[in-house]
Nanobody, 122 residues
Framework: QVQLVESGGGLVQAGDSLRLSCAAS????????MAWFRQAPGKEREFVGT????????YYADSVKGRFTISRDNAKNTVYLQMNSLKPEDSAVYYC???????????????WGQGTQVTVSS
């Protein structure tokens, strides 16, 4: 069955960096767009960024642009989220997702991981 397993979350201080990974299995990874979303306590889940199948195009939410970078390794069936200059407002559960189209809406994504917690202290 399809599995997306995130890892790499943790507690860091403001200004620190963290890299999240998402290992995929159970489907043809290279056929899917991959994205990261996040959800802070009491808030709706929000789009963070996405990367297309061929690694040529990425798109980010304004709140993370210039600080976060998405990459993927189709040979390893893994997508990454490099987060630099972290801020307390980046604290959230981070989810990876797989979808067929290069979009920002949650509804466009078919498969989801269970999430990994990122907490940034001030």
């Amino acid at each position: 069955q399809v599995q997306l397993v995130e890892s790499g979350g943790g507690l860091v201080q403001a200004g620190d960096s963290l890299r999240l990974s998402c290992a995929a299995s159970g489907y043809t990874f290279s056929n899917y767009v991959m994205a990261w979303f996040r959800q802070a306590p009491g808030k709706e889940r929000e789009f963070v960024g996405t990367i297309n199948r061929s690694l040529t195009t990425t798109y980010y939410a304004d709140s993370v642009k210039g600080r976060f970078t998405i990459s993927r390794d189709n040979a390893k069936n893994t997508v990454y989220l490099q987060m630099n200059s972290l801020k307390p407002e980046d604290s959230a559960v981070y989810y990876c997702a797989a979808g067929r189209r290069f979009r920002v809406a949650e509804a466009e994504y078919d498969y989801w991981g269970q999430g990994t917690q990122v907490t940034v202290s001030s």
